[in-house]
């Protein structure tokens, strides 16, 4: 029997008190962190020319573009909302599995529940949940790291992830489920060369797995069959695609009791994890040492091998060429935060990546791959300040800023949802942002969500491109 059985049967027979309140919890932060990122990715680049694609090509009127308002197929609606929710960089992060989750899982859940017609919050919070968990396991099963394989594991384990969600919350009976995610192994892909390239396709691809999804789904419904042995069969997903590197005891244990969307990270800064920990290490060195930047003479980054993608190619990591370059280079970030003692969304603008007094600091940055740091993970890593005068400042972060281990509070998930909220130029009603916080923090007691959808648009009359 092939794996995906047991996923499926299990997804479908959980009943919603078996999810812990831990795991509940979680998928509720990321719910409100990831329609943040969504409002934050309103005037991303590439995001608004998508959103007049989609536009143009309209169709039934079945599911919303979140800000926007408008109402398209589901799988349109899904592939532009979970473009908002990733332009930015902003979004959660798996650090083990080194992948982001929510922004293909729940635009899709969101989507389907509006092609459904209504969908209760334990339904919506249970699909959410397992969606999650699906997408981390498969990564964290992945025995190889991505750039190793040159393929993206964000956009190519959203296919199943998405379809499985949103086929619970169009509740497909088992074998409609299998034929679902099945149907999505016809179509994975994702690759980090989009990354290497600065594509704008990097903030697309988790889109196109999570427009997959939903739309296998539907087919599902309708009576199309799938592949059955996705994970185990002669040509399945993990021989085919990852040469064999995949743990299959990883990937399934404890399936249906832990949830591994409880180990997921939140960001505070706008750009690839990978730079996180050498951010977090700058500024506690700025703050420690009050270090006047002009007076530096080098940065040593000491990262693991898998951090390559935001330290090559080094000319363009040091002086970025578009906004994508920028979130993903060290030297770059760290400059920032050793400049400004800060960094958001307002530090990765064409002006502000062409800035002098931080590229000047950036190309003082060299990286370097430390063995002994590990080969599979976000962290750690160790920022060595040389200065002017010979003193020397080094400090190691293993944990950075939103980590499991150094997470973020609901509390502070809330602040950043309504700073990401008033960053578009016609911001939502603060009275809307009330009551959506409102309503995932009592999810389990919503009868219907659709009412979500609706609360995250600017004031009427006020849309519909910025």
Not at 232 to 256: C, T
Not at 374 to 394: E, H, L
Not at 408 to 425: D, G, N, Q, W
Request: glycine share 6%.
């Amino acid at each position: 029997m092939d794996q995906l059985e047991k996923i499926v049967k299990t997804a479908n027979t959980l009943p919603f008190n078996a999810i812990s309140e831990e795991a509940l919890n979680a998928t509720k932060k990321d719910i409100l962190d990831t329609i943040g990122c969504i409002f934050a990715g309103v005037n991303a680049e590439g995001t608004n020319e998508l959103f007049q694609v989609v536009s143009d090509w309209g169709g039934k009127q079945e599911s919303t573009i979140l800000y926007h308002g408008i109402k398209v197929p589901a799988p349109l609606a899904v592939l532009v909302n979970s473009t908002l929710a990733h332009a930015r960089d902003l979004d959660d992060t798996h650090d083990a599995a080194v992948l982001h989750a929510g922004i293909s899982v729940i635009p899709a859940a969101l989507a389907a529940a509006e092609r459904a017609g209504g969908c209760d919050g334990k339904l919506f919070l249970k699909a959410v949940t397992l969606g999650l968990d699906l997408l981390c396991r498969l990564g964290k099963a992945t025995t190889i790291g991505p750039n190793s394989l040159g393929l993206a594991f964000t956009p190519m384990y959203a296919y199943f992830a998405s379809a499985l969600t949103a086929g619970l919350i169009l509740k497909l009976k088992d074998e409609e489920l299998v034929n679902a995610i099945g149907i999505t192994l016809s179509q994975v892909a994702g690759t980090v060369q989009a990354v290497s390239d600065a594509a704008l396709t990097k903030r697309i691809q988790p889109a196109f797995g999570a427009q997959a999804g939903i739309a296998a789904a539907i087919l599902a419904q309708q009576g199309i069959t799938g592949a059955r042995n996705v994970f185990n069969g002669q040509f399945s997903f993990p021989k085919v695609y990852l040469n064999g590197h995949f743990d299959y005891d990883v990937f399934l244990d404890s399936y249906g009791e832990f949830f591994e969307n409880e180990n997921l990270s939140f960001k505070p800064y706008p750009c690839c994890r990978f730079t996180h920990p050498a951010i977090d290490a700058a500024l506690l060195l700025r703050e420690e040492h009050q270090i006047n930047v002009e007076e530096i003479e080098e940065i040593i980054v000491d990262v693991t091998q898998q951090a390559n993608i935001v330290c090559e190619p080094v000319e363009r990591r040091r002086t970025p060429q578009v906004i994508v370059d920028a979130q993903f280079s060290i030297p770059y970030t760290v400059a920032v935060a050793l400049v400004k003692g800060k960094i958001f969304i307002e530090d990765f603008t064409g002006e502000a990546i062409s800035e002098k007094r931080v590229l000047n600091i950036s190309n003082r940055v060299t990286t370097r791959y430390d063995e002994s740091l590990g080969n599979r993970g976000i962290s750690p890593a160790i920022v060595t300040i040389k200065m002017k005068n010979q003193k020397i400042y080094q400090k190691r972060v293993d944990y950075p800023k939103g980590s499991i281990n150094n997470s973020m509070s609901y509390e502070e998930i809330i602040e950043k949802f309504v700073r990401c909220s008033k960053l578009p130029a016609n911001p939502i009603p603060q009275e809307n942002i009330a009551a959506v916080i409102k309503m995932v923090t009592n999810m389990e007691k919503e009868e219907n969500i659709l009412t979500l959808s609706g609360l995250l648009t600017p004031a009427k009359g006020e849309i519909l491109s910025q």
